[in-house]
């Protein structure tokens, strides 16, 4: 190095007011302008000071750096300036490290003990620059036929920036290669890999399926053997599918022995049996199409596993033992049971239970912030919101329109809460009382004339008739628990409403089902009671 080189940094050295300001001078000629130890010190001593080189190595250690002597060749990934730690050790040198880094150091290593296609590799990778690119070679490297320890060799990385590389790009090879029984191949997701926790990634080495295959493979009898080797063989989607048909039509196969065949989930299976329409039932072993079997939500197909006929043959042969289980349970698990139908009948009611059921009598929609449940208006015409029924409502209210039992004469009307229920006419009113009110708007009777009658007719022949038992069904029954009932309904002739033969003292039972035949339903009644509600 001349003095006039020397010269062009005299500048530099005149505006030092620190050991810090020669410091970062030392840093930039080294790292900048790539100047050796020994230039540097000469550069100092000519424009600043005297100094000598082992200064000038302990100003740059307390930087951290080294250059690798291969310049601009160096397979280091961070480029030739790095860290002092990525140096052997060296007593011979004057900085007492090795001249070049390990990651050089190592790739002459590996370069001389590669095959000629590895040495092409290797050389390839070193000009490729942009990690991105470089990532997405060795990514393709490994989807061919290289290991975690190639990859290593060929970028000189360490195994764990290539367990890390291949995890963000979520990718594992299972070391059997085209003999993998995976159907996306032997390079596929991490997430088709039992952990495993003594493996350098984490990971089992065998994916899920060649693990699955070998444990079935182990418990299989001579004919699912074969018939598994033969599904392998089998390349193409649709042929796989046809030959699973096959097999669960002619054999005696289940959801389960196709799994094990096929390393496929189940509800593959049961999808591709539904797209055939058929399923077997195991008492008959008739292949039949999936109308003739009862839905089951409890099963993987929501099917029931045996058909209508064998179903019904089960029932009728076992009538008594199955009733005797159901007892049994209902009792061992009553207060379970009785929690559950409390929960349900708490619960908002869903639109697809109940449109056909209320649509043709009440006013509904879908919950605009819930679609799935209904919505009915409040029956109090003061109000006359929209709100959610639950279950109990409005089985209350279908009982009450079919005229069912526990309902008679009763409307069980939609109330949004109590207060509407307590303010509407029509609350808790029995259809003879509405049919009564209706008389009075017609001036027939005056105000309160109903409550007073019925007492009065009830007290009257009470004393006339002396009843001690059901006129219907001759139960004998306390007078208290008799109730006064019209053969011919008042509905239809409030004139003979006192008539002495057209009433009749009868027990609650025969006063359900009386009002269940046809012409004495609530239901039958609800033209009426719509016209003077």
Known sequence: MNNQEKRKFKDWFHQIENINDLKSIVYELYVNYNYKYQNITSIVRYNYREINITEIIEILRGFNIKRCGT????????????????????????????????????????????????????????????????????????????????????????????????????????PRGIDCKSPYGHAQSQENFYDHSRKNDGKASVCMFCYQFDINFKNADQ???????????????????????????????????????SLRDINDIISLLERHDIKKCPQCNIIQSRENFFKNKNTPDRFSDYCHICRQDYYLNNEETIKNYHKMHYLNNLEKINKQHK??????????????????????????NNLELIQVRCKYSKCNKWFNPTNLQIRSRVKSINGEKNSIGTECNFYCSQKCKNSCFLYDSKVSEIITHQRLRNSEYQPGDFKRMQAELRSYFLRIKNPGKCGLCGKEIDQKDLILHHKIPVSIDYTI?????????????????????????????????????
């Open 343 to 368: 929960n349900y009948n708490n619960q908002p009611g869903k639109y697809n239970t109940y449109i056909s059921k209320l649509e043709p009598f009440e006013e509904i929609r879908r919950d605009p």
């Open 223 to 261: 004919t699912k053997k074969n018939h598994m080797l033969e599904f392998q063989k089998i390349k193409e989607k649709g042929e796989q599918d046809e030959f699973l048909v096959n097999l669960y039509m002619k054999e005696k196969y289940t959801h389960q022995n196709l799994v094990a065949i």
């Open 497 to 533: 409403e006192a008539d002495h033969d057209n009433i009749i003292f009868i027990c609650k039972n025969c006063h359900d089902k009386v009002h269940q035949k046809d012409g004495c339903s609530n239901s039958q009644l609800k033209n009426f009671f719509m016209e003077n509600c």
């Open 71 to 174: 310049g601009d060749n160096c397979k280091s990934p961070n480029g030739c300036i790095q860290s002092l730690e990525n140096f052997a050790n060296c007593q011979s040198t004057t900085d007492k490290k090795s001249h070049t880094c390990m990651f050089c150091e190592n790739f002459n290593r590996n370069f001389r003990r590669a095959d000629q296609t590895k040495k092409n590799h290797m050389l390839e990778f070193q000009k490729i620059r942009e990690k991105d690119e470089q990532d997405e070679f060795l990514v393709d490297l490994y989807k061919s036929n290289y290991s975690y320890s190639d990859l290593s060799t060929i970028s000189v990385r360490s195994i764990k920036d290539i367990i890390s590389l291949l995890e963000k790009y979520n990718i594992k090879k299972c």
